[in-house]
Nanobody
Framework: QVELVESGGGLAQPGGSLRLSCVAS????????MGWYRQAPGKQRELVAT????????NYADSMKGRVTISRDNAKNTVYLQMNNLKPEDTAVYYC???????????????WGRGTLVTVSS
């Protein structure tokens, strides 16, 4: 059974920082592209950042560039999202996402965590 469990969300002040973590189980983590998405109240889910299976390719949403860093530790089956200079508009539920690559038996599928709430407010 595939499971993605996020943690690290919470309340942060504007200008503050948070580090989100996502631990994966039930997948061969090293052959999954991973990503973070977010969904603010009343809005659609949107991309925050992605990282390739080997960690060599990262992609960031324009709104987050310069403020977030995605990284992964394949030995710990964990992907991280370091967020700095947080803004109230960053308030959202942040979701971990996994996209298995060939030759994974799950190739063609995608998996989501349940999300962790980030609230940015003074």
């Amino acid at each position: 059974q595939v499971e993605l469990v996020e943690s690290g969300g919470g309340l942060a002040q504007p200008g503050g920082s948070l580090r989100l973590s996502c631990v994966a189980s039930g997948i061969v983590f090293s052959i999954n592209d991973m990503g973070w998405y977010r969904q603010a109240p009343g809005k659609q889910r949107e991309l925050v950042a992605t990282i390739s299976a080997g960690g060599g390719i990262v992609n960031y949403a324009d709104s987050m560039k310069g403020r977030v860093t995605i990284s992964r530790d394949n030995a710990k089956n964990t992907v991280y999202l370091q967020m700095n200079n947080l803004k109230p508009e960053d308030t959202a539920v942040y979701y971990c996402h996994a996209r298995p690559l060939s030759p994974s038996r799950n190739y063609g599928m995608e998996f989501w965590g349940r999300g962790t709430l980030v609230t940015v407010s003074s």
